[in-house]
């Protein structure tokens, strides 16, 4: 059941008016009454909506931005679309990182209740979906960016995980190669699951080493198997880092790439184009994803029926001199 600005009135023993103005940084609100209405709100939960700040001041004209770190390699793209598109309609953008740790994640929320902004657009710090869920229920419009496969309850968009694993396969097929490498990232992820299976359905893996979205996973991933005989003539990473750290290793042993080795990536990335050969990969369509989610939060607030089930947006095959096309 949402926790309603009357409610918070109710139980402070005040106005709606005093609780709006206690949200709006406690103007012309005496201390002790203001520390009294912020401990009701804690203590219920409460998530302020545009409309109860509007009580005071009018909507916020601020979305919030949720992110584990701004040092994902694709997260400038995806806030490039998400800041031209909040602007474009006259918001402005609050940005908020939150890592994985109880007292990251208690902050966050406890910031939620004290700040006025309109709704949330998330690429969601692992474990945080059940706070997400909590806040959504209470009325708190939020947008995923990125589900990785979750299927959260509220709306979100997502890209074609497995008919992009199923594209890699069916390029490394083509080449004529059949004996697969596959070094994934950690197999919870819906994403990895997505595209072990699209890739899978093509062309079967002789080996799938499992690990970080990380290039020290590649190079491990590599080394692993070429320490255990495995025999393959490609690879097929779950992202550009793991791709790179890859053909360094198969470059360290003596193998050449393309020759020896075919290596595909995933998410294109600016380092793609700059490894050495420069990366085949499977394009995440990145900046579209932030205006696609962007685009939803606002019809959202806009009073539009938004769906529940993923936006899911295409992705793209990118052939470049690791797995040139024959």
């Not at 401990?39 to 545009?50: C, D, K």
């Not at 880092?241 to 050449?256: D, F, K």
């Not at 700059?274 to 932030?290: A, F, I, K, N, S």
Request: overall charge neutral; charged content about 20%.
């Amino acid at each position: 059941m949402r926790v309603t600005i009357a409610d918070v009135a109710r139980q402070a023993g005040v106005s709606k008016t005093t609780v709006s103005r206690v949200l709006n940084s406690g103007a012309e609100v005496e201390a002790g009454t203001a520390a009294r209405v912020h401990e009701v709100i804690a203590g219920l939960g409460y998530v302020p909506s545009s409309g109860a700040v509007g009580l005071a001041r009018g909507s916020s004209r601020v979305i919030g931005m949720l992110t584990p770190s701004l040092t994902w390699p694709w997260m400038g793209e995806v806030l490039q679309g998400v800041a031209d598109t909040v602007e474009r309609a006259g918001y402005g953008l609050l940005l908020f990182t939150c890592d994985r740790s109880a007292d990251s994640i208690g902050r966050f929320t406890a910031q939620v209740s004290a700040r006025a902004f309109d709704g949330l657009l998330v690429v969601a710090p692992e474990g945080t979906l059940v706070t997400l869920s909590a806040l959504h229920r209470r009325g708190l419009p939020v947008v995923l960016i990125d589900d990785r496969g979750h299927r959260p309850g509220f709306p979100s968009v997502a890209i074609t995980n497995r008919a992009g694993g199923a594209s890699a396969a069916r390029h490394l097929r083509a080449l004529g190669r059949s004996r697969p490498l596959v070094i994934a990232g950690r197999r919870e992820f819906g994403c990895v699951r997505e595209r072990l299976e699209g890739f899978g359905e093509v062309l079967r893996p002789e080996c799938v080493v499992a690990g970080e979205f990380t290039e020290d996973t590649g190079r491990t991933g590599v080394e692993r198997a070429l320490a255990e005989g495995r025999a393959f003539d490609c690879v097929f990473a779950h992202n550009d880092l793991i791709a790179a750290g890859a053909l360094a290793a198969l470059r360290a042993a003596g193998r050449t790439v393309p020759d020896d080795v075919a290596v595909v990536g995933f998410d294109d990335i600016p380092m793609a184009r700059h490894t050495e050969p420069p990366l085949t990969t499977v394009r995440q369509p990145m900046r579209r994803m932030g205006e696609t989610a962007a685009g939803l939060l606002l019809a959202a607030l806009a009073g539009e029926v938004i769906p529940s089930e993923p936006v899911v947006l295409p992705t793209e095959l990118v052939v470049r001199r690791s797995a040139p096309t024959a």
